[in-house]
């Protein structure tokens, strides 16, 4: 039953600006996690352990995600709000710090230490972010019932993980690098505490101006129902056709861009050789999703989410094709790196950014249909856990993304350069001294891994994902009975 009949405030622009600010919380500690593996190898010198520790840190990612999604689900306290936005309050005092606990920056630390050190940063970090992001992705359903306003909500998150990511990618490129084109490692932690308190006041804003509209007491795991069981609901998961077809998008999104994320910076020091354009590259090249997000309202109420979804996929494929081949026609191997190489760059992200666009402004409306899916064929909602593993194998993604770009550029080449001292301390990679081949071949390598993120977009979002224009109005108008039938 929808508590508007309770006179709240009616849905409208202050919700989409306050969820957009949650977001943009988020990703103010999330953006960094993209310099993380250029810190730890390039300053920190644990380029032969990076990519074996952040794959180990997905185990706790295994156990963090889920158990604290059920344990949201699971707590029947009366908050004074809402117990969402209390989960999120408390997950984002942690980040002040959290964040900045995974760039201490002590590169003469023995290396056992500076092992210790990043698991340690990490965990913690992993922690408080989970507990704030996890409630906040819940969110979504239970701000409104109504299709176009959920397509709303999830256009103005896109709109603030974009800014989330776009002032650090703009800004720190100038701050965090030294002339030399190295990273500055004590200014990168630096950084990563000054955005947690950014992160802060924007979740504080969105705590503040959030109106929970959607009355699921009676779809939840409370009176009527069996005690909750976390394992059962992992499996009511996997049968959520949307739930997986949705992460499987995700994952594949995050897998390529991640992975062409670390390679990208990479790419930008040696091949571009200029790091700091890198960011302002990156912004332009979001152009697209600004154009777009101010349509994905009409456009999902006239063709649907999924619809539009699947043609953002093929757009981020033709993207990722263009980047690959257009140079093996335009720029000999021998003249690479000039300004139309660059040029073909950016024609190529614009493209791509085009197909995100359409893609992100509807794809968490598209996680809040899955966990309506979910009530619809077992009587229970279960948000904290349908989100919880849906941002789980995000965060596998994010993790093996930059893992395996590390692993493929290692046999390319990329690795620590400098010999351990007699404390068998490793010092930065000196990135002057890695090969023009090696640049070249990076190039290509960026453009196949945004391939690969297309292709897996375009398989979870066109042939598993189940809830097209026709089924989802199906579902909506059953759910509604449902809850009118209940009180």
């Given at each position: 039953m929808s508590t508007t009949e309770k006179k709240l405030r009616p849905f409208g622009m202050r919700d989409c600006l306050a969820y957009a600010a949650g977001d943009l919380g988020c990703n103010m500690s999330f953006a960094l996690k993209s310099t993380m593996a250029l810190f730890w190898t390039q300053v920190m010198g644990l380029s032969a352990w990076y990519s074996l520790l952040i794959i180990i840190l997905q185990v706790w990612d295994a156990i963090n995600d889920p158990l604290i999604g059920s344990i949201v689900d699971s707590d029947?306290?009366?908050?004074?709000?809402?117990?969402?936005?209390?989960?999120?309050?408390?997950?984002?005092?942690?980040?002040i710090v959290g964040g900045a606990c995974c760039f201490l920056p002590f590169p003469g630390a023995p290396t056992w230490a500076k092992i210790i050190i990043f698991m340690a940063g990490y965990v913690?970090?992993?922690?408080?972010?989970?507990?704030?992001?996890?409630?906040?992705?819940?969110?979504?359903?239970?701000?409104?019932?109504?299709?176009?306003?959920?397509?709303?909500?999830?256009?103005?998150?896109?709109?603030?993980?974009?800014?989330?990511?776009?002032?650090?990618?703009?800004?720190?490129?100038?701050?965090?690098?030294?002339?030399?084109?190295?990273?500055?490692?004590?200014?990168?932690?630096?950084?990563?505490?000054?955005?947690?308190?950014?992160?802060?006041?924007?979740?504080?804003?969105?705590?503040?101006?959030?109106?929970?509209?959607v009355d699921t007491t009676n779809a939840t795991t409370g009176?009527?129902?069996?005690?909750?069981?976390?394992?059962?609901?992992?499996?009511?998961?996997?049968?959520?056709?949307?739930?997986?077809?949705?992460?499987?998008?995700?994952?594949?999104?995050?897998?390529?861009?991640?992975?062409?994320?670390?390679?990208?910076?990479?790419?930008?020091?040696?091949?571009?050789?200029?790091?700091?354009?890198?960011?302002?590259?990156?912004?332009?090249?979001?152009?697209?999703?600004?154009?777009?997000?101010?349509?994905?309202?009409?456009?999902?109420?006239?063709?649907?989410?999924?619809?539009?979804?699947?043609?953002?996929?093929?757009?981020?494929i033709v993207g990722g094709l263009f980047l690959f081949a257009a140079p093996l026609g335009l720029i000999p191997?021998?003249?690479?790196?000039?300004?139309?190489?660059?040029?073909?760059?950016?024609?190529?992200?614009?493209?791509?950014?085009?197909?995100?666009?359409?893609?992100?402004?509807?794809?968490?409306?598209?996680m809040g249909d899955a966990i309506d899916y979910n009530e619809w064929k077992t009587g229970k909602r279960e948000e904290g856990t349908v989100y919880s593993l849906h941002s789980f194998f995000r965060k596998l993604a994010q993790g093996v993304g930059p893992a395996l770009a590390l692993t493929?550029?290692?046999?390319?080449?990329?690795?620590?350069?400098?010999?351990?001292?007699?404390?068998?301390?490793?010092?930065?990679?000196?990135?002057?001294?890695?090969?023009?081949?090696?640049?070249l071949d990076l190039r290509m390598l960026v453009a196949v891994l945004y391939m690969v993120a297309g292709v897996m977009m375009?398989?979870?979002?066109?042939?598993?994902?189940?809830?097209?224009?026709?089924?989802l109005n199906k579902m909506n108008d059953e759910l509604a009975i449902r809850r009118a039938a209940k009180g």
């Open positions: 029947k306290h009366q908050y004074k709000r809402n117990k969402f936005l209390q989960y999120i309050w408390a997950g984002s005092i942690g980040l913690i970090w992993d922690a408080f972010y989970t507990v704030a992001n996890v409630p906040y992705g819940s969110l979504l359903s239970l701000i409104s019932d109504k299709p176009a306003d959920r397509a709303s909500l999830s256009a103005w998150r896109s709109i603030g993980s974009m800014v989330g990511n776009m002032l650090p990618m703009v800004i720190l490129p100038f701050l965090i690098y030294n002339e030399d084109k190295s990273l500055n490692g004590p200014m990168v932690f630096v950084a990563a505490l000054v955005m947690g308190v950014i992160g802060f006041i924007c979740f504080q804003f969105m705590i503040k101006n959030t109106v929970v509209r009176e009527g129902f069996e005690k909750f069981n976390v394992i059962k609901a992992m499996t009511n998961f996997l049968k959520n056709r949307p739930a997986v077809g949705a992460t499987l998008a995700a994952m594949g999104m995050f897998i390529g861009m991640q992975a062409a994320t670390t390679a990208v910076t990479v790419t930008f020091q040696i091949y571009f050789q200029n790091p700091q354009i890198s960011g302002l590259v990156s912004m332009f090249a979001m152009l697209p999703i600004v154009i777009f997000t101010p349509l994905a309202r009409k456009m999902v109420t006239k063709y649907g989410k999924k619809e539009l979804s699947i043609v953002g996929s093929i757009c981020y191997v021998s003249q690479g790196n000039t300004g139309l190489d660059l040029i073909i760059y950016i024609v190529a992200q614009l493209v791509m950014s085009l197909g995100m666009g359409i893609y992100s402004t509807v794809s968490w409306a598209m493929i550029m290692q046999t390319m080449g990329y690795i620590n350069n400098s010999k351990p001292d007699a404390n068998g301390v490793f010092t930065a990679i000196d990135v002057s001294l890695l090969s023009w081949e090696f640049a375009f398989i979870g979002l066109g042939l598993v994902y189940n809830l097209d224009k026709k089924t």
